[in-house]
């Protein structure tokens, strides 16, 4: 691994050398769980003390036992939602820059990219900030993490979304988009 000039840490360049070892495409979600699995500091970045950590948590002793470690994490996702949500959390500070509260909506949406599989409103809510880009500059915690919410407890119809609840008002902006492109979508099959 490449040290970051003496610091004892795994820098952005020695990540990606470990993810192209490992067969990983820096552009798929597993070098996102490997980093979080080896409790990277920020992105690409991690820590000897949390390499150390996370390969014994993992059990990890070669490449073959931590590639088997991150796919077993990768399906383990599905049965522990839990287990998802503190990945999905940490992914937002992965995308932090220097002492920022908020992420550009270019960063959340190649990330969202990542787990658009986790959720009906992942894929949609990606739309969507491609759609707006030009309005829609940034997104804050509050609206990253309402978004894992809403996809666990909003059905894909929104027949129970009310925008008299506590969502981020960036969200009734959503549904908005997401109501009219759904019905120009209706319209265009009708024809």
Known sequence: MDRDDGKNMIAPEGFEKLCEKLGYNMEDIKPMILLWKLNGVELGTIEYTG??????????????????????????????????????????????????????????TAMLSLVTDKGWVFAKFVEFLEANKDDVKVINRDQWQSLLEMSRVIKPDLSNYSKDDAWPGLFDRFVDWFEQSSNNSAAADAK
């Open 51 to 108: 390499w150390d950590t996370g390969l014994r948590e993992m059990k990890a002793k070669n490449e073959d036992e931590l590639q088997k470690a991150i796919n077993d994490t990768l399906k383990g996702f599905d049965k522990d939602p839990a287990q998802f949500k503190a990945f999905y959390r940490r992914l937002f500070d992965y995308l932090l820059v220097e002492k920022q509260k908020f992420v550009s909506s270019e960063y959340a």
